[in-house]
């Protein structure tokens, strides 16, 4: 099983300044990598997919990148409406069949410092 | 408008089975997968499986083989998820989310584009 490692658990930042949330995969998983933002009380939102392909609708200061095992969600200027909690997931072995598993890291909370 | 729209909260004791749906609009309910993904209060997000409405076929988690069964109704666009043996550890907010695969640039990807609003599962005696 692919574990996925999110760092850090917890994020201070600043309103405007820039966050970098790191995700590393287990294993080689290419760009199979999903980001999504949880706010509490609400169903989780897709922001990138394919590391770095951004959802529609979500704003340009959110930037994915990363292949293999290291992967970077960042987010310049935060916004008020940005401190959430950011999973990043994986789905590697798709479209496998037998073998799909989109496991999940364990996320990282962004509040403001 | 495209959206997933689950069943109310649940109550169960333990030993019992729970089965939540998720009725799908908006969009041709063949044309892409169903996740189902849980998350423990204060916890983080843990995928359960994938059903194809399509074709009915399905893929669980190792955690929950033999006690999850996920289905479907094409008549009426609506996924099912079923957990038996429920234990307290069971008690979640259940999501549905549509799988959704993309081509960029000669490459698929898969992503969860779509979510429901969730259903709370409670397991306790």
């Known amino acids: 099983e692919i574990v996925m490692t999110q760092s850090p658990a917890t994020l201070s930042v600043s309103p405007g300044a820039r966050a970098t949330l790191s995700c590393r995969a287990s294993?080689?998983?290419?760009?199979?990598l999903a980001w999504y933002q949880q706010k509490p009380g609400q169903a989780p939102r897709l922001l990138i997919y394919g590391a770095s392909t951004r959802a529609a609708g979500v704003p340009a200061r959110f930037t994915g990148s990363g292949s293999g095992t290291e992967f970077t969600l960042t987010i310049s200027s935060l916004q008020s409406e940005d401190f959430a909690v950011y999973y990043c997931q994986q789905y590697n072995n798709w479209p496998l069949l037998s073998s799909r598993m989109y496991t999940f890291g364990q996320g990282t909370k962004l509040e403001i410092k | 408008h495209v959206q997933l729209v689950q069943s109310g909260a649940e109550v169960k004791k333990p030993g019992a089975s729970v089965k939540v749906s998720c009725k799908a609009s908006?969009?041709?309910?063949?044309?892409?997968?169903i996740n189902w993904v849980r998350q423990a209060t204060g916890q983080g997000l843990e995928w359960m499986g994938w059903?194809?409405?399509?074709?009915?076929?399905?893929g669980y988690a190792q955690k929950f083989q033999g006690r999850v069964t996920m289905t479907r109704s094409t008549s009426t666009s609506t996924a099912y998820v079923e957990l038996s043996s429920l234990r307290s550890e069971d008690t979640a907010v259940y999501y549905c989310?549509?799988?959704?695969?993309?081509?960029?640039?000669?490459?698929?990807?898969?992503?969860?584009?779509?979510w429901g609003q969730g259903t709370t599962v409670t397991v306790s005696s």
């Open positions: 294993q080689r998983i290419s760009d199979n």
């Open positions: 908006g969009y041709t309910f063949t044309d892409y997968d």
């Open positions: 989310a549509r799988g959704r695969v993309s081509l960029v640039e000669d490459t698929y990807y898969y992503s969860m584009d779509v």
């Open positions: 059903m194809n409405p399509k074709t009915g076929n399905t």
